[in-house]
């Protein structure tokens, strides 16, 4: 899940490459203005390349944004897949997604930043896709937690969906401190261990 190094300087590159280029900081760029007011030319201006360059590859401001929501949920797809296909015990699975979150968070933040803005946006052009995002994560987490409950390791007096709801709920407090100053990455797994432990019902 490694970021494309973004370039400062017009370098020629085959289509596939400066569309992953491009693509890049685009993301950038959402995070940087917002999904609502990042343009072409603030892309351009990142990667280096003239505005109909990035026309080229987006051929509209609908494009870009499509593009750029698409790699974000390719993104937040992967880190749940990661941590719900492999059959992991439900606590084991949600630590796995806890910890995979704080790497995002803490070595992505693009992508958390453009995510962040998404969970607010109440736009009929990107909240219901947001949404679609939204329940395929929570399915995937509620699915760890179902076996949990089936095999007695759950004992909450919660649904399993319920439970991923609130998993998900605290990804929120996990990207804003983040951003505060005075807490780190391993005090921020730290809690998110405890979080999960807790939420499971498991003594800490």
């Known amino acids: 899940m490694e970021l494309v190094e973004t370039k400062t300087k017009r370098t020629r590159l085959d289509p596939e490459k400066r569309h992953a280029q491009l693509l890049n900081c685009a993301v950038v760029a959402f995070a940087n203005k917002g999904i609502g007011r990042a343009v072409h030319a603030d892309v351009a201006e990142l990667a280096g390349v003239s505005v109909p360059t990035v026309f080229n590859y987006f051929r509209t401001r609908e494009d870009l944004v499509d593009a750029v929501l698409t790699e974000v949920e390719r993104y937040f797809l992967e880190v749940a897949n990661a941590a719900h296909g492999g059959g992991f015990d439900a606590i084991d699975a949600l630590h796995e997604h806890g910890n995979y979150f704080v790497t995002a968070a803490v070595d992505h933040q693009e992508y958390v930043k453009v995510w962040l803005e998404w969970t607010?946006?109440?736009?009929?052009?990107?909240?219901?896709?947001?949404?679609?995002?939204?329940?395929?994560?929570?399915?995937?987490?509620?699915?760890?937690?179902?076996?949990?409950?089936?095999?007695?390791?759950?004992?909450?007096?919660?649904?399993?969906?319920?439970?991923?709801?609130?998993?998900?709920?605290?990804?929120?407090?996990?990207?804003?401190?983040?951003?505060?100053?005075?807490?780190?990455?391993?005090?921020?797994?730290?809690?998110?261990?405890?979080?999960?432990?807790?939420?499971?019902?498991?003594?800490?």
């Open 120 to 204: 607010s946006s109440l736009r009929d052009d990107v909240w219901p896709r947001y949404l679609l995002l939204h329940n395929r994560v929570i399915s995937q987490i509620a699915r760890s937690i179902q076996r949990g409950i089936d095999k007695g390791d759950v004992t909450v007096n919660l649904t399993a969906r319920e439970l991923a709801m609130i998993f998900m709920g605290s990804a929120h407090t996990v990207a804003m401190m983040v951003y505060a100053p005075e807490n780190t990455a391993d005090g921020i797994r730290a809690f998110m261990h405890r979080a999960v432990t807790v939420l499971l019902g498991k003594p800490l």
